[in-house]
């Protein structure tokens, strides 16, 4: 077969390409279900578009102050359309993940408030964001506390203690859709939103906020349809379809993606000042590519699974279970196994893929930590990387692909390094 050919002089090893395409024959019924919810999505986006007459003047590019920008303001109305919110903050002023979140909880919540998460532990930067390590400038600092309900052992939801958790101070409740790099499981938009009812018959005045970061197009809802007030998210993972390249967004209740505006910007300015500096285009020609962008690097992300469960690895998500994010753990077991598979993720890559990657001292970390990315913006992870801390069970997450084959030469450029170094055998 020609294709075998092609990754055999791309330095695929013959029996690792086999390997490949066995694992694949069982995964077909599997990867027509993700086309399907893909395709769902592009009419979604593309109806957005249509609806809000989105044209060429959308990509000029403002300066300065950036009033009356059409193209800036008119993605806020096709993103809060997409998301089926009546309003959208979305802008490249918005530098990542965490400062979204951290836009949309220090604009809603006043001293004397209270933020409750009933998932457990929110992801590590947000720590720092809430004050529950201390920080300068958390939301602590400013006089707003913080509670947390961790999920029962088996990931099922704590409704007791979550009950008894909501006061006359709660404010906002949090909840993270994706597990990020912790080990519970994933949320699936259906659970979120039989989590919010409950919460929201205790306390309806409640704002519940959803940190949305990897799950955007995963299913064929949003948080945002379930009764999340606002949806959090970055746009150098799976809104931004790998070419915006900065940014983050933040749809829901008008009156609350309001204040967000006067957070990021200043009181009285609010969403009618920040220039697009011409960075428009990537934003609508990202998000019209996001669910096709999300679909590849959802169907790597299974192969992977399903790859290294025949290797004898323990995954996370397992190669059968339904998917509610684009991250795959596996647990790799020994050092030079992660080494191995990370330099194969590397190799792979369209940047910087004669680097290899060694496990370095990172700030915040107990363990040193080894990171494959080659991406064309920097530390995007909707591009295909792979991370993970050197310590048990020696796991690495990873992530992304702009495209399913790019996911796939990825994955098997690891396994054949790993076999190339004798840690498996075929
Ligand atoms: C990535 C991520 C964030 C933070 O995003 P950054 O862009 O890295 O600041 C927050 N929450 C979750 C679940 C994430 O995956």
Redesign the pocket.
């Known amino acids: 077969m020609e294709t075998k050919y092609s990754y055999i002089n791309a330095g695929i090893d013959g029996k690792v390409f086999d390997f490949g395409e066995e694992i694949l024959k069982d995964l077909k019924t599997g990867f027509e279900k993700i086309d399907e919810i893909a395709e769902i999505n592009q009419i979604k986006v593309l109806a957005a578009m249509r609806n809000n007459r989105v044209d060429a003047a959308c990509f000029a590019a403002t300066t300065g102050y950036g009033y009356n920008d059409l193209g800036r303001d008119k993605i806020e109305k096709v993103y809060a359309e997409v998301f089926r919110t009546e309003a959208a903050l979305v802008r490249p002023q918005i530098v990542?993940?965490?400062?979204a979140?951290t836009v949309a909880l220090s604009a809603n919540l006043l001293p004397g408030d209270e933020l409750l998460s009933p998932v457990g532990k929110p992801?590590d930067?947000l720590e720092e964001v809430i004050g529950i390590r201390p920080s300068k400038c958390s939301l602590k600092e400013y006089g707003v506390s913080y509670r947390q309900v961790d999920l029962l052992p088996n990931g099922d939801f704590d409704y007791k203690n979550i009950e008894k958790a909501i006061n006359e101070k709660t404010k906002m409740i949090t909840i993270?859709r994706?597990k990020?790099y912790q080990t519970r499981p994933t949320l699936s938009v259906k659970r979120i939103g039989e989590l919010i009812a409950f919460i929201k018959k205790i306390k309806p005045s409640v704002i519940v906020m959803v940190?949305n970061?990897?799950g955007e197009f995963v299913e064929e809802k949003e948080p945002s349809e379930v009764g999340a007030d606002m949806v959090v998210g970055?746009l150098?993972?799976n809104p931004g379809g790998g070419l915006a390249p900065i940014g983050g967004y933040i749809c829901g209740k008008k009156e609350l993606v309001d204040r967000c505006g006067y957070r990021l910007s200043a009181p009285g300015l609010g969403q009618e000042v920040g220039a697009s500096l011409g960075v428009m285009q990537s934003f609508y020609q990202g998000l019209f590519l996001a669910p096709t962008v999300v679909a590849g690097a959802l169907k790597g992300a299974i192969f992977a699974a399903n790859a290294f469960e025949k290797l004898g690895y323990k995954c996370v998500p397992n190669g059968n279970e339904e998917r509610y994010d684009i991250i795959q753990a596996v647990e790799l077991k020994s050092e030079e196994a992660m080494l191995a598979f990370c330099k194969g993720i590397q190799s792979a890559a369209p940047v910087d893929s004669y680097v290899t990657p060694i496990p370095w001292d990172m700030p915040g970390y107990d363990s040193q930590v080894i990171m494959a990315a080659g991406a064309f913006v920097q530390g995007s992870s909707i591009e295909l990387s792979a991370d993970g801390p050197i310590k048990e069970p020696y796991a690495v997450f990873f992530q992304g692909g702009l495209t399913y084959y790019h996911a796939k030469i990825g994955i098997l450029s690891a396994i054949n390094e790993m076999y190339k170094n004798g840690l498996i055998s075929l």
């Not at 990542?96 to 400062?99: D, N």
């Open positions: 990542c993940g965490t400062h979140l992801y930067t993270q994706s990020g940190d970061c990897y970055s150098i993972k």
